[in-house]
T-cell receptor, first 115, second 116 residues
C-alpha cells in the first residue's frame, strides 16, 4: 500500500482481555518496528522484524506481549491479559532496509484503552 | 544506553515568527544520527529533518533547520516563518550508526502551539 496501515485505530478493552493490533507495512519494506507511546512520554521501542524474523525483542515489557510477522508483510502485536498500564498508543513503522538512508514510515497507530 | 532530553514540554510561537526547540542527548558513540519528528493530531510520526553526526554542516529543509553542537551534545530545531500547520508535538530522536542499527531513542516531546 501507499503507507503503513494500522488497525484498529482505537480499541477499548476490559482489563484481563486479550487484544490484537495489526500493522500492514509498505509493500516491499523488509524491516518493521513496533513502538509504544504512553501518555506524556516519547516513543518506546518494543520489537524489530527483519522479514519474518524478530532478531530484537528486547523492548517487549513482559511475557504478556508477543508479536509475529507473516509473509514478510503483515504484523500482529498481541497483548494477553491486558492491564491498565498497557493503555497507550501503539505505533508501527516500516523501512526498506535499516541503513540511515532508509527512513522509517510510521502508521497512525492504535490507541489502546484498558478499562 | 543513550538518552534524549527535551526540556520544553510546551512552546508557543506567533504565526510568521521563528521558534527554536531544544534537544540534548547523551551517548558515548562518536558517530550517530539525529532526527526531528513531527506528530500532528493524526498521530502519524513525520520526519522533519535529520543529521549525521560526522557532518559538521547543519541540516536544513526549507523552513526547518538545526543547530547541531556535537561537543555540547545539543541538537535544536529552528522553525522559521511559523505556520498554523506547524502546530504539533515535536520529538527529537537518536540512532546509532553501526551496521544493523535501527532502534530510535526518543525524547518526551515538545508541544508546539502556533498563535494566529
Amino acid at each position: 500500500g501507499a503507507g503503513v496501515s494500522q488497525s484498529p485505530s482505537n480499541k477499548v478493552t476490559e482489563k484481563g482481555k486479550d487484544v490484537e493490533l495489526r500493522c500492514d507495512p509498505i509493500s516491499g519494506h523488509t524491516a518493521l518496528y513496533w513502538y509504544r507511546q504512553s501518555l506524556g512520554q516519547g516513543l518506546e521501542f518494543l520489537i524489530y522484524f527483519q522479514g519474518n524474523s524478530a532478531p530484537d525483542k528486547s523492548g517487549l515489557p513482559s511475557d504478556r506481549f508477543s508479536a509475529e510477522r507473516t509473509g514478510g508483510s503483515v504484523s500482529t502485536l498481541t497483548i494477553q491479559r491486558t492491564q491498565q498500564e498497557d493503555s497507550a498508543v501503539y505505533l508501527c513503522a516500516s523501512s526498506l532496509a535499516t541503513g540511515f538512508n532508509y527512513g522509517y514510515t510510521f502508521g497512525s497507530g492504535t490507541r489502546l484503552t484498558v478499562v | 544506553a543513550q538518552t534524549v532530553t527535551q526540556s520544553q514540554p510546551e512552546m508557543s510561537v506567533q504565526e510568521a515568527e521563528t521558534v527554536t526547540l531544544s534537544c540534548t542527548y547523551d551517548t558515548s558513540e562518536s558517530d550517530y544520527y539525529l532526527f526531528w519528528y513531527k506528530q500532528p493530531p493524526s498521530r502519524q510520526m513525520i520526519l522533519v529533518i535529520r543529521q549525521e553526526a560526522y557532518k559538521q554542516q547543519n541540516a536544513t529543509e526549507n523552513r526547518f533547520s538545526v543547530n547541531f553542537q556535537k561537543a555540547a551534545k545539543s541538537f535544536s530545531l529552528k522553525i522559521s516563518d511559523s505556520q498554523l500547520g506547524d502546530a504539533a508535538m515535536y520529538f527529537c530522536a537518536y540512532r546509532n550508526s553501526g551496521a544493523g542499527s535501527y532502534q530510535l531513542t526518543f525524547g518526551k516531546g515538545t508541544k508546539l502551539s502556533v498563535i494566529p
